[in-house]
C-alpha cells in the first residue's frame, strides 16, 4: 500500500450528478446583531455556476428573517481565498 503525498481534500461541485471540482462557494453575508457570518448555499464549478446561483438566489429570497438578522447579497466566492481564512468554517453547536 502507497501513501499519495499529493493527496488533498478536493471539494465536488453541488450540482447533482455533476462531479467537476467545486472552484466555487455560493454564500452570502449573514448578521444578528453582533455576530456575522457567511450563510453557505453550496459548491460550484465553473460551468454549474450559474445555475446554482439562481438556484441560490431563490432559496435565499425565501429567506424569513427573524428580529435583528439582516442578509446580503448572495456571490460567488472563489474557493482558494476563503481556504484557511480564519474562522471560515467553524463548526458551533
Ligand atoms: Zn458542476
Same mark, same amino acid.
Given at each position: 500500500? !502507497?501513501?499519495? %503525498?499529493?493527496? !488533498? &481534500?478536493?471539494?465536488l461541485c *453541488?450540482? %447533482?450528478?455533476?462531479? @467537476?471540482?467545486?472552484? &466555487?462557494?455560493?454564500?452570502? +453575508?449573514? =448578521?444578528?446583531? !453582533? =455576530?456575522?457570518?457567511?450563510?453557505? &448555499? ?8 450559474? #445555475?446554482?446561483?439562481?438556484?441560490? @438566489?431563490? @432559496? ?12 446580503? #447579497?448572495?456571490?460567488? &466566492? %472563489?474557493?482558494?481565498?476563503? #481556504?484557511?481564512? +480564519? *474562522?471560515? #468554517?467553524? =463548526? @458551533? %453547536?
Amino acid at each position: 500500500m !502507497t501513501m499519495n %503525498p499529493a493527496f !488533498t &481534500y478536493a471539494p465536488l461541485c *453541488g450540482a %447533482p450528478g455533476c462531479e @467537476r471540482p467545486a472552484r &466555487y462557494r455560493i454564500a452570502a +453575508p449573514w =448578521s444578528h446583531h !453582533t =455576530s456575522s457570518e457567511l450563510k453557505n &448555499y453550496g459548491l460550484a464549478c465553473e460551468q454549474c455556476l450559474d #445555475e446554482r446561483l439562481a438556484l441560490a @438566489r431563490a @432559496r435565499h429570497a425565501r429567506l424569513r428573517l427573524a428580529d435583528g438578522e439582516a442578509v446580503g #447579497e448572495v456571490s460567488a &466566492y %472563489p474557493l482558494g481565498r476563503l #481556504e484557511g481564512a +480564519p *474562522g471560515g #468554517e467553524a =463548526s @458551533r %453547536p
